[in-house]
């Protein structure tokens, strides 16, 4: 064991109160087939942000739910990591936001990074490194988006799939926790999950500006990010698995990003994971996209499905094209707070 090594101590999330059923939609939009949609998706229901409501608001319930329950003081967070496509500015960050709201010391480290439905993975290795480095002792790691701030009311494909959510997780210097780690990137596939505007390259602009209105909305090439899943993730976890010098039997827990039922059932397929090692929350969460993978793994803790001991391999994939894998060992302090 290194002389530091990064453990996960707790993960707590928020969802925004509104809940977006499928009867909902087939009442506003009756030629949806929300059937032949649940199919595929395997989504029910999502949670919506209300207009007011941000991803920082939800990253702030997130955060108050996991000091509480890790019984930490603010005064002890020393890092405090943000991923967010959906900040509630263009500038500042919303780290600062959350810093001052959370009264977390004026010497924290706080800070925003941009990615999707890899930012998970991204944000333990972040937090590994800074731990193992010495130059951090506890972080609050925090995914919060909103995409259906980004999504077209009648852009079926991304309105069924998506909802809104935030998690908190809290790592700190400990037992071996955090372990064999991989990221990957492939740029040339940047146009397949898009929103053109709000930055400078297209100009920023409002609904209803001088741009197309698709150019405010998010872009999803359902089929390509598909095949960009097929293609290149069954390889990235073998190749993984054999860093990490495991069997995939030796892996007690998969859980992936929650990206559709397709995805997931094609991922199972093609490496032969049996279903009781996989674990889905789509259901009724949908695809919170930073924040999947934390919220699955708060759900699978209450299910009985993540344990002190278990080893569970964490893989992300999406927008960029990024992709990333960690394995985690279960500590005997994960969760031992009473909620």
Request: net charge neutral; charged share 20%; aromatic share 8%.
């Amino acid at each position: 064991m290194p002389e530091r090594a990064a453990e996960i101590i707790a993960v707590e999330y928020a969802c925004p109160e509104k809940v977006e059923t499928n009867l909902d939609l087939e009442k506003l939009y009756p030629t949806w087939n929300m059937c032949s949609v649940a199919k595929r998706t395997g989504v029910y229901q999502r949670h919506v942000a209300g207009p007011e409501e941000c991803a920082s608001d939800l990253a702030y319930r997130a955060c108050v739910k996991l000091l509480a329950r890790a019984a930490v003081a603010p005064s002890a967070i020393d890092g405090l990591i943000v991923c967010t496509e959906s900040p509630d500015y263009i500038l500042p960050p919303n780290a600062p936001l959350l810093q001052h709201r959370l009264g977390l010391a004026k010497s924290v480290a706080a800070f925003d990074y941009t990615l999707a439905c890899s930012g998970y993975i991204y944000g333990l290795a972040i937090s590994k490194a800074f731990i193992e480095a010495g130059l951090l002792e506890n972080i609050l790691l925090v995914t919060c988006d909103t995409y259906s701030k980004y999504i077209r009311p009648d852009d079926r494909g991304a309105r069924t799939l998506f909802g809104d959510g935030a998690a908190a997780t809290l790592i700190r210097r400990g037992e071996r926790g955090i372990g064999e780690v991989d990221l990957a990137t492939d740029g040339s596939g940047a146009g397949s999950f898009i929103l053109k505007n709000g930055g400078c390259r297209n100009g920023v602009h409002q609904h209803g500006g001088d741009s197309p209105q698709d150019d405010v909305h998010i872009h999803m090439d359902g089929p390509a990010v598909l095949n960009f899943v097929k293609g290149e993730i069954p390889a990235f976890i073998t190749n993984l698995l054999r860093k990490g010098r495991l069997a995939p039997e030796q892996v007690d827990l998969f859980i992936f990003h929650q990206a559709s039922k397709t995805a997931l059932d094609e991922l199972q397929a093609i490496l032969k994971i049996p279903c009781d090692r996989t674990f889905s929350n789509l259901e009724k969460m949908g695809n919170t996209v930073s924040s999947s993978i934390p919220i699955a793994i708060h759900d699978a803790w209450r299910a009985g499905r993540v344990k002190p001991g278990m080893v569970t391999l964490l893989v992300g994939f999406g927008a960029g094209l990024s992709w990333g894998g960690v394995f985690v060992r279960w500590t005997n302090n994960f969760m031992t707070i009473p909620a």
